[in-house]
């Protein structure tokens, strides 16, 4: 890569989940001189989600700008493209993930997503599910997050564990970093 591959563009492809669809996307990435710097892929339903981060010099995101729509019809998929910049992480004292699971309850990830906003914490993932355990269908979800320096981790585990009281959840934070 030259000194002007620092361009980044974020690359979402939605479609039908089918074997060589994610071949077909990195080896379009690849031919356009783009390299991937982080992704993840994830089947909904019937659908498959990829989202890239590349990089690359002007030419081959521009390349890539070029190519991806017409490739996209050729194998059926929906693609969204945006041009971004290298991320500056904020500063945090600690990471941690927070695994919750219960009954499946309407409303529940959106009030455990707004905990963390008043929190002012940031997720930095998240992955959620529905299973079915004898005859209820549970959830689980797992989130990934930094704290920031101004946030007090003991005071916060305290009101999510009043939290969880309310939304009938049981939990388990571990620090990762």
Do not use: W
Not at 23 to 45: K, P
Not at 127 to 149: A, G, H
Request: net charge negative; charged share 20%; aromatic share 8%.
């Amino acid at each position: 890569m030259t000194a002007f591959s620092n361009h980044q563009i974020v690359l979402t492809a939605i479609g039908e989940d089918r074997p060589g669809i994610v071949s077909e996307l990195t080896q379009l990435v690849s031919d356009c001189h783009c390299n991937i710097i982080d992704s993840r892929i994830a089947i909904l339903g019937c659908e498959f989600t990829f989202i890239m981060l590349l990089n690359g010099d002007m030419s081959a995101i521009s390349r890539i700008e070029h190519v991806l729509p017409t490739k996209a019809m050729e194998l059926g998929l929906l693609t969204m493209m945006k041009r971004t910049a290298s991320h500056t992480p904020s500063e945090f004292c600690a990471g941690y993930t927070l695994e919750y699971t219960g009954i499946d309850t309407p409303g529940t990830l959106s009030k455990v997503t707004r905990f963390f906003a008043d929190s002012n914490i940031s997720i930095c993932s998240l992955k959620s599910d529905t299973y079915s355990q004898e005859d209820d269908i549970k959830m689980r979800c797992e989130l990934e997050f930094n704290i920031p320096v101004d946030v007090d981790i003991d005071q916060f585990k305290i009101s999510f564990e009043s939290l969880s009281h309310t939304l009938n959840v049981d939990y388990i934070f571990k620090r990762i970093r």
